[in-house]
């Protein structure tokens, strides 16, 4: 069975600062994973993928994810928040032994504050 | 270059009555095409997904339903809505290798 675990529900920063939001996963076959990003009222926008290329992962307005596979992880970052950071992120896994499904995790929310 | 379109963008429906949202896809061909839900506070749950005109598999047992009746149409149905069926519906589609989805804007379904 695969899984995704988001382990913040909400996130909290100061603009200027680094975000991280962490997801871990277990598949029992190799892994691609996502993240998306959705604003209020919105449908989801993929922010960067790995697929089993290079581990650290850069993807569009400053954000980036390292695959770690020793510790089952995908966690997401950016040194600076801009206040426009302000949204939901999803962690998505996809493996080919998971009936070619995706799962989703349950999201985090981020909030920026001056 | 790919676009998804999705309508309508919000509804307010009574109990009981039909539903009917719709969903298009330009600039591709033989897609997979995808309903997804989003219940307040809750995650995404996927309901419908079709890999062909006239494929169609059910998640989860719910009183909709979903059609394919053009290769880059997909459409989300209901005879009677229920309370517990107010949320964000999101249509998507991918390649035929599954992997990254592409979605689209959203329907904000709320029955009262």
């Known amino acids: 069975a695969q899984s995704v675990t988001q382990l913040d529900s909400h996130v909290s920063v100061s603009e200027g600062t680094p975000v991280l939001l962490r997801c871990n996963y277990s598949s029992s076959y190799s892994p691609s994973l996502f993240w998306y990003v959705q604003h209020p009222n919105k449908g989801l926008q993929l922010l960067l993928k790995y697929t089993s290329a290079a581990t650290l992962v850069k993807g569009i307005n400053g954000f980036e994810a390292e695959f770690k596979k020793s510790e089952t992880s995908f966690h997401l970052t950016k040194p600076s928040a801009h206040m426009s950071d302000a949204a939901e992120y999803f962690c998505?896994?996809?493996?080919?032994?998971?009936?070619?499904?995706?799962?989703f995790g349950t999201g985090t929310q981020l909030k920026v504050e001056l | 270059s790919q676009t998804i379109h999705q309508w309508p963008a919000t509804l307010v429906q009574p109990v009981g009555s039909p539903l009917s949202l719709e969903c298009t896809v330009e600039g591709t061909s033989n897609p997979n095409l995808y309903w997804y839900r989003q219940a307040a506070g809750r995650g995404l749950q996927l309901l419908f997904y079709?890999?062909?005109?006239?494929?169609i598999s059910s998640e989860v047992p719910q009183n909709l339903s979903a059609s394919r009746p053009q290769d880059r149409q997909f459409i989300l149905s209901s005879k009677k809505l229920l309370l517990s069926d107010s949320g964000f519906y999101l249509c998507?589609?991918?390649?035929?290798?599954?992997?990254?989805?592409?979605f689209g804007e959203g329907s904000r379904l709320t029955v009262l």
């Open positions: 998505v896994l996809f493996s080919t032994g998971g009936g070619n499904k995706l799962t």
């Open positions: 079709s890999v062909g005109i006239g494929q």
């Open positions: 998507a589609w991918s390649t035929r290798q599954y992997r990254e989805l592409f």
